[in-house]
């Protein structure tokens, strides 16, 4: 019975999918949208292309490396502050009552409002892109550490003590490991809130990068660079939350209710 | 008032009092680094005093960047809501009817995936190219980024229907329509909120990326036209009021949840 | 107070009130009990719903401290919880992001102990309530049941004085219950150590105790002790059996 109902959604995703580049298709073939629209077929041949012809500096494997190399600099830097900021507010009242207010003042501000304050401050070099993907993990790991550390069950704390753990070894013992699923599933949102901050900061002020290539094309009105470097990014956006997906699956497995 | 209570209180005023001497404490080093140590230049880093002042300058002035703060803060409204709106009104009944109509949810799911994973950003280039830039091409960037989150919560609202209360819904008499008006959208509601709130929180994130790179006024365009004037101060009175903004929307839409989505988000 | 032969008793609460304030009012849920259990005596604590019980046992245990009155555990006052006083919870309580093993080996990993040793330990105590091959699951993997007996192991494994069990198998549906409840004597048999126990199942109690304490409603003491002399293990349609439950569930309604 399941067999025939994942045929059956098979059929249908390659029909919606082959229905949609055979109306792409269509569309830039026999219609005015030809003039400024290219169809899948260019699309695809550039795409090919790209992994041997450099797009400005680079071949397109280039630039996805650039773009992910300051993605993971600024998110690791950034999440491991942000695990500890979070803890310490979630667990000590003094950390609450010093840090809260500083970081509900800038939290709102999002990441890539701080783009121009950053360049005129880091210039347009890499330590700049470090650091807008570190604002853009930092805020969503932050809080989610935040009130992981404050919903730690009593009653396991309690257990500790009356098994005999030490505060400090409860601190490392229980209330880390309890919070590394809402830890995670604040970094999941961190890893794409700064892949998309890397982006921006590409677009506006770099000489490679993913974000430098679709700004590229459009600078020079170059609609299937910009197609092309759009695929690109969604497949690399896919593949890092898949990589977290698997990660998360291996640390948490102990969260998954099962009953 | 008992001895407990008390205690409460005295905590309570205590660490209130911290975090205002923590704040004092941050404006203070901030002002020093700046005003008196001159860490940086002006035009890099203001201290708070000069932004307060470009602040209340900007109530009136329209130099340098082309208008008021209320002329910028109209734009950006104008484009955030007209494209979450837009966003709210497409992506909300194609959400339901994904998750009610299995043809639907087997064609469109796959389609939907694969817009799902570029990031709103990277639409701009494209949109700009399509549209100009203008009032178009940025509500068309925010209906794309408002439109995700309300066909992924509508989607999970409907989809969480429980089949037990369907099921009561048939001994009833009810036709498959019927169900879906009166007992699949009620309890989708509170994930339907849930879409709107983050809808409205990605619309206002991605507008000031849409402004930066594709308009000519708005707070995303005071950001990135005073970085060229070398305004520092103009730039942190701008961001300031992206957050304070965003945060009046989240409390906003956090307080119409609680008074109309009665039952939370227990089945 | 009653002293078992000539010996001191191992837990000794002496006049425990306890009352709870919170902003608006005050809540007296214990008032003075006084109570002493002797050393391996397996005694249970048995009350309508709600009444004081839980509070009793975390008094004993540490994790609250009484208002009034004093409770001594092995000669020492209590002020806090400790490697002592084994708890099993109601909740179960085990930590989820650890395996059976890291769970049982917990306490004396806390104290210590080498791992050579607190593994082999931990073991015998997993061999002993049943659940060897089930060492590397995590607790989202087993049975109420099962979560149950990992409790009962760690607290075991921890070698405390005393055991404190807080309506442990009140999750538990019927059949399991009964099968926990055989356990639990098997193991006792085996490990003996002094057992407090608490419940409204006047089925377990009569099964379980040495002896009966019947506590009122809140604010809740001691309404009367019971004995039960039959011999081990019990019957539960024997009719000396079922007059003892009789005896206590009328003194138990009385008392409401």
């Not at chain 2, 009104?89 to 694969?114: E, N, Q, Y």
């Not at chain 2, 494209?126 to 408002?146: C, N, T």
């Not at chain 3, 249970?44 to 555990?73: D, H, M, R, S, W």
């Not at chain 3, 330990?121 to 995590?138: K, M, P, T, W």
């Amino acid at each position: 019975m399941k067999k025939k109902m994942d045929v059956e959604k098979m059929t249908y995703a390659v029909l919606a999918i082959a229905s949609f580049f055979v109306f792409w298709w269509l569309i830039t073939t026999f219609t005015p949208a030809k003039e400024t629209t290219p169809g899948p077929i260019e699309v695809i041949q550039l795409l090919i292309d790209s992994f041997v012809t450099p797009i400005g500096n680079y071949v397109i494997t280039g630039h996805l490396l650039v773009s992910l190399r300051r993605v993971l600099v600024g998110f690791s830097v950034a999440t491991i502050l942000g695990i500890i900021l979070g803890i310490a507010m979630g667990t000590s009242k003094w950390a609450e009552a010093i840090f809260k207010p500083i970081f509900e003042l800038l939290r709102p501000i999002p990441p890539i409002a701080w783009i121009s304050l950053v360049i005129l401050f880091f210039g347009i070099g890499e330590s700049s892109k470090y650091i807008l993907c570190g604002i853009g993990a930092f805020t969503n790991v932050t809080l989610n550490a935040y009130t992981g550390a404050q919903n730690v069950d009593p009653e396991l704390i309690g257990c500790a003590r009356m098994l005999g753990t030490s505060e400090r070894s409860i601190f490392f013992r229980v209330i880390l490991p309890s919070c590394t699923p809402q830890i995670f599933a604040g970094m999941q949102v961190a890893l794409s809130t700064s892949w998309m901050a890397v982006l921006a900061a590409e677009m506006v002020g770099a000489q490679e990068g993913c974000g430098w290539m679709i700004q590229r094309g459009s600078d020079t009105l170059n609609i299937t660079l910009v197609m092309v470097g759009m695929i690109v990014i969604g497949c690399v956006g896919m593949l890092l939350a898949a990589v977290m997906r698997v990660i998360e699956r291996r640390l948490c497995s102990w969260n998954i209710m099962d009953n | 008032m008992n001895e407990y209570a008390k205690q409460r209180r005295k905590n309570k005023i205590k660490f209130g009092i911290v975090s205002v001497i923590s704040l004092c404490v941050f404006f203070t080093v901030w002002y020093i680094c700046t005003a008196v140590l001159h860490l940086k230049p002006d035009y890099i880093l203001p201290s708070p005093v000069q932004v307060v002042t470009a602040f209340i300058d900007k109530l009136t002035r329209t130099a340098p960047d082309g208008a008021t703060i209320f002329g910028h803060i109209g734009a950006s409204l104008q484009v955030a809501l007209s494209g979450y709106v837009l966003g709210a009104i497409v992506g909300i009944p194609l959400g339901i009817a994904m998750a009610w109509f299995r043809r639907v949810d087997m064609f469109v799911t796959p389609l939907f995936d694969l817009i799902r994973p570029v990031p709103t950003i990277a639409w701009i280039p494209l949109m700009i190219l399509w549209f100009g830039i203008g009032l178009g091409a940025k509500a068309a960037i925010i209906f794309v980024s408002a439109f995700v989150p309300c066909v992924i919560n509508s989607y999970a609202g409907i989809k969480q229907t429980k089949p037990v209360h369907l099921w009561v819904a048939q001994t009833f008499g009810a036709s498959r329509r019927e169900m879906l008006f009166t007992v699949a959208i009620p309890t989708a509601l509170p994930l339907i909120f849930t879409g709107l709130r983050i809808s409205l929180g990605t619309a206002w994130m991605t507008l000031c990326a849409a402004e930066m790179l594709a308009s000519n006024k708005g707070l995303g365009y005071m950001i990135q036209v005073n970085r060229s004037l070398a305004r520092a101060d103009l730039i942190v009175v701008a961001m300031l009021t992206v957050g304070l903004i965003g945060t009046i929307f989240t409390v906003g839409l956090n307080s119409l949840e609680k008074r109309f989505v009665k039952g939370g988000r227990r089945g | 107070m009653e002293h078992h032969g000539q010996l001191k008793p191992i837990i000794s609460m002496s006049h425990v009130g306890k009352t709870y304030l919170s902003i608006h009012k005050s809540n007296e849920v214990v008032r003075d009990v006084s109570l002493d259990v002797a050393e391996n005596e397996f005694v249970v604590l048995f009350g309508p719903g709600q009444c004081g019980k839980t509070t009793l046992i975390n008094l004993i245990a540490g994790l609250q401290l009484p208002t009034t009155g004093e409770v001594y555990v092995d000669g020492k006052k209590v002020e806090a919880p400790g490697s002592d006083r084994g708890v099993v919870y109601q909740t179960t309580a085990l930590f989820p992001f650890c395996t059976v093993m890291g769970n049982v080996e917990f306490g004396p990993k806390s104290r210590g102990i080498p791992k050579k040793e607190r593994r082999e330990r931990a073991q015998y105590f997993i061999n002993l309530v049943g659940l060897q091959g089930f060492e590397n699951s995590y607790p989202n993997r087993l049975s109420g049941g099962m979560r149950q007996r990992v409790g009962i192991a760690r607290a075991y494994a921890n070698d405390p004085k005393v055991m404190l069990m807080d309506e442990p198998f009140g999750h538990l549906d019927a059949q399991t219950r009964y099968m926990m409840e055989a356990e639990l004597e098997k193991i006792w048999q085996k490990e003996k150590r002094t057992v407090v126990f608490v419940t409204n199942n006047s089925e377990e109690a009569v099964y379980l105790a040495d002896r009966i304490i019947i506590l009122t409603n809140t604010p809740t003491h001691i309404k009367q002790e019971v004995r039960v002399d039959l011999p081990r293990p019990r019957q539960y349609s024997d009719p000396a059996f079922l007059e003892i439950r009789r005896q206590i569930e009328e003194i138990c309604d009385d008392t409401l």
